[in-house]
Structures are given as structure tokens and as C-alpha cells.
Antibody, heavy 116, light 106 residues
Framework: EVQLVESGGGLVQPGGSLRLSCAVS????????MSWVRQAPGKGLEWVAN????????YYVDSVKGRFTISRDSAKNSLDLHVNRLRAEDTAVYYC?????????WGRGALVAVSS | IMMTQSPATLSVSPGERATLSCRAS??????LAWYQQKPGQAPRLLIY???TRATGIPARFSGSGSGTDFTLTISSLQSEDLAVYYC?????????FGQGTKLAIK
């Protein structure tokens, strides 16, 4: 089955860190750009970061540059997002999505809640 | 690029046509996608290239427009179409989404 499954979300204090992971199955992971998109509670969607097929190109929205790091492991069919120096405004469901700029497959999301 | 969707909420009776609008703050050519998000679910790609249906999307969904003004039309609304619909431009980085139109079944 073609699917993306996120894990690693949770409650974290401001300034804290988490590692989000996305397990990929059912398609040839190494052939696709991958992205992270987030959705704050009750809000719309925001593209966060993406990474090319071999991990040599990475792009971030300005609000997370220097704090978030996207990476991938083709041997493990896994996409990661390391989120550091978290702020209250980073509270959101983080979705793993297939694609560079059009996202044709999405995971169910992982909730990151930043609160003291 | 700012994407503005209207209306914020739309109520339509089953079998009727639903028309959702999306406007870009500057031209995005036809680099525009539409997504459907049902309650408690992840988004699903409906349309890309402003008018091309994604794999498995029913023919009742259609997209049109270019430049700054776009439309998603659902020709004959079904009860399962209750969802929030988002447009997204990918002409300019960073890629941006509209705030969504909530479609309710009357």
C-alpha cells in the first residue's frame, strides 16, 4: 500500500526540540522530492521545507530557517524533520507529503504542541 | 504571493453546483493546485496545473483559470464532498496556500 506515516510529535516546552519522522512505503522513495507541510490548529496549510531525491537540495520557509532541518534516508525509506528552538507559533500538525511543489500523497500528520 | 479564497463558507444542496474562487496577489500562470481536506483527514490533491484532475478524482470536480483568478467547480454536489478546499500556488517560492473555503451540505 502506498502510504506515508508520521511519528515523533508531542508536547514540548518553548526552546525545545523534536525529531519528526515519516515512514514511506509502496513507492520508490528515492525517485521523489519530499516535503513537510504544517497546519496550525484551526488554520490553513503552510509549506515548511522540501528536499530533493538525493538530499543535496533543501529549502525552507523563512520562519523556520536555521531552526528546522530536513533530511532523508533512502536505505530506510524515511524522511525526517529536526525541529529546534521551538516557539509557540510552531504548534501545528506536521504532514509529510510527496512532491516538490504539488503534493499528491500526504500522511495523516503528527501534532507538535509547544507550551510551557 | 498571497492567495485569497472566497467565500469563506459555502452551503450547497446535494445535486447542485458549487463554485469556489481563488485569487492570487500576482500572476501565477497556471501553476495552481486545489486540495480537499475532509474533517480529521489529511489533504488530498484534486487539481494541478489549474485544470488537470489528479489520479482517481471524479469528473464532477473541475478547475479553470489562469493568471490571478481561478475557480474550482463541483458540478453535482455529493454528501461526501463536505470538506475544506484549499488552493495553492507553486509559481513562486515559497509556495503558498489560501485560507480555505468550507463547503457545507445544505
Amino acid at each position: 500500500e502506498v502510504q506515508l506515516v508520521e511519528s515523533g510529535g508531542g508536547l514540548v516546552q518553548p526552546g525545545g526540540s523534536l525529531r519528526l519522522s515519516c515512514a514511506v512505503s509502496g513507492f520508490t522513495f528515492r525517485q521523489f522530492w519530499m516535503s513537510w507541510v504544517r497546519q496550525a490548529p484551526g488554520k490553513g496549510l503552510e509549506w515548511v521545507a522540501n528536499i530533493n531525491q538525493d538530499g543535496s537540495e533543501k529549502y525552507y520557509v523563512d520562519s523556520v530557517k536555521g531552526r528546522f532541518t530536513i533530511s532523508r534516508d533512502s536505505a530506510k525509506n524515511s524522511l525526517d524533520l529536526h525541529v529546534n528552538r521551538l516557539r509557540a507559533e510552531d504548534t501545528a500538525v506536521y504532514y509529510c507529503a510527496r512532491g516538490n511543489y504539488v503534493f499528491d500523497l500526504w500522511g495523516r500528520g503528527a501534532l507538535v504542541a509547544v507550551s510551557s | 504571493i498571497m492567495m485569497t479564497q472566497s467565500p469563506a463558507t459555502l452551503s450547497v444542496s446535494p445535486g447542485e453546483r458549487a463554485t469556489l474562487s481563488c485569487r492570487a496577489s500576482q500572476s501565477v500562470s497556471t501553476n495552481l493546485a486545489w486540495y480537499q481536506q475532509k474533517p480529521g483527514q489529511a489533504p488530498r490533491l484534486l487539481i494541478y496545473g489549474a485544470a488537470t484532475r489528479a489520479t482517481g478524482i471524479p469528473a464532477r470536480f473541475s478547475g479553470s483559470g489562469s493568471g490571478t483568478d481561478f475557480t474550482l467547480t463541483i458540478s453535482s454536489l455529493q454528501s461526501e464532498d463536505l470538506a475544506v478546499y484549499y488552493c495553492q500556488q507553486y509559481n513562486n517560492w515559497p509556495y503558498t496556500f489560501g485560507q480555505g473555503t468550507k463547503l457545507a451540505i445544505k
